[in-house]
């Protein structure tokens, strides 16, 4: 697939790029180019892409944040079943971006809730609680653009929120206890000009994705691999490109009440498998005509499994049916891509079943 890859800004140290480095690249002195016309329903190759910067990661209680910024960037919210464009402004000096993590397992943390403040010399200089996101070359993230008061120094203030998904295994009892961290923020337009941008003229709106980015200094918010899921794989199929990987497991893990079987369902992008979060998913199982379970597949974080969904049932034989329904598309914001994926802007994401070999 021909495709020019960014490369690592010489000039920004800590500057965060693709992985497959090679040929020309774009400094920003072009805008950004228009959306893409008779895109997919599906996930498609952006007009462009951009690199980003790191501002700095900070540590406390059960959490890592990393906080990094590129140029302001045009996304789509999502509430319940709306998808809507959130467009640049005027003002918008930069689209700040932060990632949270367990250090120890180095697992993304996707449903904590963030809330950020930029504060100069004392002074407020913008507060929001920002969105989280999925983007092709970062997986999900928080993020938002922001107005700032030129070149200097920043403090930026990250309000971390107790993770509100079900947990188990060696997750049960962390991640309970909200935290508060500060990171400096040294900014220059300077410098943020010499973040690469990339566009793309052949591949824009084609089925496909751009390759993940090459970040050395936190995790990507991958999806194990189906080989790496404990128990047994019953099988995946695609909701709108929303690949939904099935696997058996004999018990629940510690934390989850009940016996019997437990179905975990491990949801990724179709290209680059990158978690998909924050999905109300609903399942029914059947065998021999009759209904073994009919019901919700909670959202769960779990260290072997990661995130997922899942459900205790009275066991799984070879024969039976499942069937697998999105109730509520990912409440997530998406870049430039994903906005036509997973529900989205084309709506809706059909039923699969998954026949139990």
């Known amino acids: ?186 900014y220059s337009e300077a410098a943020k000009n010499e973040i690469p941008f990339e566009r793309f003229d052949e591949e824009a709106a084609t089925p496909g994705a751009v390759d993940p980015m090459s970040m050395d200094m936190l995790p990507n918010a991958f999806a194990p691999l189906e080989s790496n899921l404990p128990g047994t794989v019953l099988g995946s199929d695609t909701s709108n490109d929303a690949r939904l990987v099935v696997a058996a497991l004999e018990s629940p893990p510690e934390g989850i009440a009940g016996d019997g079987t437990y179905l975990a369902v491990s949801a990724r992008t179709r290209y680059n498998r990158m978690v998909i979060p924050a999905m109300g998913l609903s399942g029914t199982l059947t065998r021999d005509g009759g209904t073994v379970y009919d019901g919700s597949f909670d959202r769960t974080l779990d260290p072997d499994i990661g995130y997922h969904y899942g459900a205790v049932v009275d066991g799984v034989e070879s024969g039976d049916s499942l069937t697998l329904s999105v109730d509520v598309q990912p409440q997530t914001a998406r870049h430039e891509g994903y906005e036509t994926a997973f529900g989205g802007l084309m709506g809706g994401m059909p039923d699969v079943t998954i026949n139990v070999p």
């Open 1 to 186: 697939m021909k495709r020019r890859a960014l490369l690592r800004a010489g000039a920004l140290a800590g500057s965060l790029s693709l992985a497959g480095c090679s040929s020309l690249i774009e400094t920003r002195t072009v805008g950004v180019p228009p959306i893409p016309e008779n895109r997919p329903d599906g996930i498609y190759h952006p007009s462009h892409v951009e690199g980003m910067a790191m501002a700095g990661t900070a540590t406390s209680g059960d959490y890592a944040v990393g906080l990094f910024y590129s140029y302001p960037h045009r996304f789509w919210n999502v509430n319940g079943d709306s998808t809507s464009l959130t467009d640049i402004e005027s003002d918008d000096a930069v689209h700040l971006m932060a990632s949270v993590w367990d250090p120890e397992t180095e697992t993304v943390l996707p449903e904590t809730g963030l809330s950020l403040e930029i504060g100069r010399d004392g002074s407020l200089v913008s507060q929001e609680a920002i969105y989280p996101m999925l983007s092709q070359p970062m997986g999900f993230h928080y993020g938002a653009n922001f107005g700032l008061e030129g070149d200097g120094t920043y403090t930026v203030r990250l309000s971390v929120g107790a993770v509100s998904t079900r947990r188990t295994g060696a997750f049960v009892d962390r991640f309970d206890d909200p935290v508060t961290v500060e990171i400096p923020f040294e």
